[in-house]
Structure formats: structure tokens, C-alpha cells
């Protein structure tokens, strides 16, 4: 196999919301900067498919007031370092850079007078918007600001294999017995030509996004399996908080096949009015909390949960008569693909059910987007700031992939010295990619077939209830599971379906073992027992 070799000052790893402002942050400071992601276009991820908004700050607002909002949802398990950070640094940083540098173009009702909303477990409305596509106007800007960029290099169709790290792949004894451990790169699996590339880099950031495709219901995109937290956790990375994996509690029930990513029926639609009915008709939400249909995403779906279970129902119903906006124009992406599936927002009642959603862990930063690993960073949902705590607060992901993003890159910069760069003796060191397997034997059903084990493991031992012995079923098969998976890695040639499923599989187990090691409910782990 013929590999390539290439380098830059910093390598990004996925072309979100975090990883393209990080990108852009860097080139705009004069570094050389590759940006590489798995799809075809750099709006693949899942900031593309965010409906809701992006948390800012309204008149009568304060950074206490948003804080306290935080630390409630998440149920006090934040780092109040983190929080006090993006309540503080967020908003400004988003008037900086998207308002007026990048002049995303959210609803106003004249230059500079932003409409703003109100979601679940916020005080007040403090929420930017873009009718319900927010995510999408947002990339669609950042992306062509990428594509301007002369300091950038995007990469698209490379898969990220493996992190490079001095101790592990140098072969140089000096590197070996080194006591401090740095990540030099990564290898990327480079799709249009069947090969493996070295790239090496001074920095790297992993901005890979979620886990949500592990189970078997999600709103995420098909990338979005855990490849940033499987590398890291390889790499020796510290992690924390992979137990608690975030449901949101409106998907859109019907129209997806089993395995598709399910269709998302924003929060702020119940901001805007509406209302969680069972089949019957019948309000249930205040029986589970005061806060009714405006509590934290993890209390409204276990209400629905507990709601379908005694009813016995596949789902229940948004009821959108309440919401004063015309739902056509407010919502115009969730009336249109409610209608694909024959419902008729204005006057149906919107059919939803629970969908894996968002990781509130990750891999451990601090408010630079440093990990435990010397030059690597880490920003957006595979990333663990603490500021989610055990549950997310609804639309403060956007805010919080924004400004780790920004901040990662602006330390990388204040980094880059002549001390930074890497040795010629290091470079010389680290071998190209060798594939210990020949065997052309990867076959479409077997792979389908793990990963239809590991969403229902997931799904059903994993999942919004969860048991010690549910946990230890899941442990039991997902540690078998990786371990075949392992060998068969070893001995087969490399490919996209191979890589995602090894990543995948390392991701269900990791996420496993944190459940199972947590006996305490909180947030969205909730321990049934």
C-alpha cells in the first residue's frame, strides 16, 4: 500500500459548529491549518440539523440568572468554572464573531433588534434563531468563510483511524522513554483512494461530534458513532461523564426506516406554546413536574416513557394549538417534514417519541480546550467542558462548540513558537501506516449485523431506564464484541465500514462501563434500581 505523508502547524479533526471556527480562528492568526472530515462536504455533521438556537442574552438578563439555569438542569454535577465561563465569555464571543464578523443572519425585527425565544429549563427567552434551521445558517456561512480561507487545507472523505502520540508510535528509544506523551497527528483513512495517510501536525483538535448512531433511535447524523472519544480514550486521554447520554424528548414518530437518523421536532416549539398530549388528548407533564412542558429534557422524557408504558401507545402527541406564531412561517423545516408523513401542523397533533440526542460527556477539557494530552485538543459534543453537568440545558451546545472552538484556537496560536514545532529526528520516527490484515473478507451483512447489536444493546440495557442488570448484560456483550472485533481489525484490510464499526463498538463499551460504575441517578442516567 502507497501512504502518504503530510504536514501543518495544527490538524482538525471534523468541520463542525467547534471545528471550523477553530479552523478559521487559526488561519486567521497565520497558521497552516488542515481541516479534514468524513463526509463529502463540510456541513455533513450534526450543527447542520440544530433547529432551536443559540443561547445569548436578552435585556433584562444576567450571566448569574443563565448559570443558575445551567447548574439547575444539569443537576449541580457541573463545573461551575465552565458555566461561569460561557455565561460570562460566550455572549460576547457570539456578538463578536457571529453577529458582527460573520453576520450570521438570525431573526430581527430590524438591524439589531433580535427576536428572541424561550426553551425548556430557561428563565427567560434569551435564545437567537433562525426560523428552525438555525444550525444550518450557521454552517452554511462558516463553511464558505473555510473554503475562502488560504491557510486552510480541507480534506473531505478522510476518516480519522488513529491518534499519534510520541510514546506509542515514534520508534525512537529517546521518545519511548520519555516520561511526558504528546500527540504529533493522526493517521487518516483517505476514502477516494483506499489508503491510510500520516499526517503530523504540532497541534490537533478532535471536534468528531456525538455518539447518538450507537442507538438504535436517534436524531443524529450517520458520522456521529463516538470516533473522537475511541481515539482519545486509546491515546490514554482522560474522559468524564460518558455515563450520562442525553434523550430528546420529541422526535418525529413515523417516516424514518429502522436505523435512520429520526427526524427532530425542536424544543422550541414547546417555547413557542405547545403542549405534550397522550393519545386521549389528555395534558400529562404537570403530573411529573411543575414545570410541565418547560422542564429540562431529561424529566420530559422520562415522562413520556412512563406515560407510553402504562398506556401501552408508540408514542405521544405535541399539541401546537397553543403556539401563537404561524407554524408555517416559526417552523417552516418541521412543517414541511411533518407533512411528508401526512401530518398537517396547523390543525394534527404532531406524533413524538424519545431519541438519543446529545453526549453530555466526552473527552476532559479545560476552558482552553486542553485535554489531559499534551497538544491535543478537544471542542464541541466529543468534548467534556463540565458545563452540562449530568443534562444539557437546551441550545447551549451551539453556544458552548462556538466558544471552545474559538478558544481552542486562539491558545493553539499563543503556542506557536519556535519550542512548538516538531524534530526532524521525531518526524523521521513515526512510521507510516502498516496493515497487519490482507483479507478483502469484509462482508455488508456481518457488519450490518454488529451494528444492529450494539443499537439494540444500547437501546435496550443503555438506554433513558437503566439497571445493574441491564448494565452488566450490555457490558458482558459489548466486551465480547470489541474484542472479536479487535481480531477481525487485525487481519482485515482497512476500510470505512471497519473503522466506523471499531470505533462505534469502543464508544457502546465505553459509555457501558461508566453507566455501570455509576450507581447513582442523576440527570439523564437514571438508575431504575
Not at 228 to 241: C, E, F, I, P, V
Not at 260 to 265: A, I, K, N, T
Not at 409 to 433: C, V
Not at 461 to 477: C, E, Q
Request: proline share 3%.
Amino acid at each position: 500500500m502507497n501512504n502518504f505523508r503530510l504536514q501543518s502547524d495544527a490538524l482538525v479533526i471534523g468541520s463542525g459548529i467547534a471545528g471550523s471556527l477553530a479552523a478559521l480562528t487559526l488561519a486567521e492568526e497565520g497558521l497552516d491549518v488542515i481541516l479534514i472530515t468524513a463526509g463529502d462536504s463540510l456541513t455533513s455533521g450534526n450543527t447542520r440539523l440544530a433547529q432551536g438556537g443559540i443561547v445569548y442574552r436578552s435585556e433584562e438578563d444576567d450571566p448569574r440568572i443563565l448559570e443558575k439555569d445551567i447548574l439547575t438542569a444539569g443537576w449541580k454535577h457541573n463545573f461551575t468554572r465552565a458555566v461561569r465561563y460561557l455565561c460570562r465569555r460566550g455572549p460576547e464571543v457570539l456578538k463578536e464573531v457571529f453577529l458582527e464578523k460573520y453576520k450570521i443572519p438570525f431573526n430581527q425585527r430590524q438591524p439589531g433588534d433580535w427576536y428572541l425565544t424561550r426553551e425548556g429549563g430557561h428563565s427567560l427567552a434569551r435564545i437567537l434563531y433562525c426560523d428552525d434551521h438555525t444550525g444550518r445558517n450557521i454552517m452554511d456561512v462558516l463553511s464558505s468563510e473555510v473554503e475562502r480561507q488560504p491557510n486552510i487545507r480541507v480534506l473531505t472523505k478522510r476518516t480519522a483511524v488513529d491518534l499519534l502520540t510520541t510514546q506509542h508510535h515514534a520508534e525512537h528509544l529517546d521518545f519511548k522513554y520519555s516520561l511526558s506523551n504528546h500527540c504529533i497527528g493522526a493517521y487518516v483513512f483517505n476514502e477516494e483512494i483506499d489508503n491510510v495517510e500520516t499526517i503530523l501536525s504540532k497541534f490537533t483538535l478532535l471536534a468528531t461530534g456525538g455518539i447518538g448512531q450507537i442507538y438504535l433511535h436517534t436524531t443524529n447524523t450517520p458520522g456521529s458513532i463516538g470516533s473522537g472519544l475511541a481515539m482519545a480514550s486509546r491515546a490514554g486521554t482522560r474522559l468524564m461523564n460518558c455515563e450520562y447520554v442525553q434523550f430528546h424528548p420529541t422526535a418525529l414518530y413515523g417516516g424514518s426506516k429502522r436505523g435512520e437518523r429520526r427526524f427532530l421536532v425542536s424544543e422550541a416549539v414547546r417555547g413557542e406554546g405547545a403542549i405534550l398530549v397522550n393519545s386521549q388528548g389528555d395534558p400529562f407533564m404537570k403530573r411529573h413536574d411543575p414545570r410541565a412542558d418547560l422542564a429540562p429534557r431529561d424529566i420530559v422524557t422520562r415522562a413520556i416513557m412512563d406515560e407510553m408504558l402504562h398506556s401501552g401507545d408508540d408514542c405521544v402527541y405535541l399539541d401546537v394549538s397553543g403556539v401563537k406564531h404561524d407554524v408555517k412561517s416559526r417552523f417552516p423545516t418541521i412543517y414541511d417534514h411533518c407533512r411528508t408523513i401526512g401530518v398537517d401542523m396547523k390543525k394534527d397533533p404532531i406524533p413524538v417519541v424519545p431519541a438519543a440526542h446529545y453526549f453530555c460527556g466526552g473527552i476532559l477539557v479545560d476552558n482552553r480546550g486542553r485535554t489531559s494530552l499534551d497538544r491535543l485538543y478537544a471542542a464541541g459534543e466529543c468534548s467534556c467542558t463540565g458545563v452540562h453537568g449530568a443534562n444539557r440545558l437546551a441550545s447551549t451546545s451551539l453556544l458552548e462548540g462556538m466558544l471552545w472552538g474559538y478558544s481552542a484556537g486562539k491558545d493553539i496560536a499563543s503556542r506557536m513558537n519556535r519550542s512548538a514545532g516538531l524534530s526532524r529526528k521525531l518526524k523521521e520516527s513515526i512510521p507510516d501506516w502498516i496493515s497487519h490484515g490482507d483479507k478483502h473478507n469484509e462482508d455488508p451483512a456481518l457488519i450490518a449485523q454488529d451494528w444492529a447489536n450494539i443499537r439494540n444493546t444500547m437501546w435496550n440495557y443503555v438506554g433513558v431506564s437503566r439497571t445493574t442488570g441491564r448494565l452488566t448484560r450490555a457490558f458482558t456483550d459489548l466486551r465480547k464484541m470489541t474484542k472479536d472485533l479487535q481480531d477481525f481489525y487485525k487481519e482485515t484490510a482497512l476500510s470505512k465500514p471497519i473503522i466506523d464499526l471499531f470505533h462505534g463498538s469502543q464508544a457502546a463499551y465505553t459509555i457501558t462501563l461508566a453507566a455501570l460504575r455509576d450507581r447513582k441517578t442523576k440527570g439523564c442516567h437514571f438508575r431504575a434500581d
